[in-house]
């Protein structure tokens, strides 16, 4: 074996660390978001997302009869770019 082998064995083989987004495990995240927890992950405020929302930009999801907003993880992760596996 040389020596370029032995390095890419290497590289394949140690795990590989938990994609972030401003401090936030992207694994760690559920299925769906709150307001909050989107405005917090993409440092905007509240009232931005629900705009957004309204707009069609990031599509809500109404949970009860008060009409609480959620967001799928999928979405937010798009418009961060991200793509999920």
Same mark, same amino acid.
């Given at each position: 074996?040389?020596?370029?082998?032995?390095?890419?064995?290497?590289?394949?083989?140690?795990?590989?660390?938990?994609? &972030?987004?401003?401090?936030?495990? +992207?694994?760690?995240?559920? @299925?769906?978001?709150?307001?909050? $927890?989107?405005?917090?992950? !993409?440092?905007?405020?509240?009232?931005?997302?629900?705009?957004?929302?309204?707009?069609? &930009?990031?599509?809500?999801?109404? +949970?009860?009869?008060?009409? @609480?907003?959620?967001?799928?993880? $999928?979405?937010?992760?798009? !418009?961060?770019?991200?793509?999920?596996?």
């Amino acid at each position: 074996m040389d020596e370029q082998t032995v390095s890419q064995d290497k590289l394949v083989k140690q795990p590989t660390a938990p994609k &972030k987004v401003n401090g936030v495990s +992207i694994e760690n995240l559920p @299925d769906l978001l709150t307001v909050a $927890e989107v405005a917090d992950l !993409l440092r905007v405020s509240k009232l931005t997302i629900k705009r957004w929302g309204k707009r069609g &930009k990031l599509p809500a999801i109404r +949970i009860n009869a008060r009409g @609480d907003r959620r967001y799928r993880k $999928e979405a937010v992760l798009w !418009l961060l770019g991200i793509q999920t596996e």
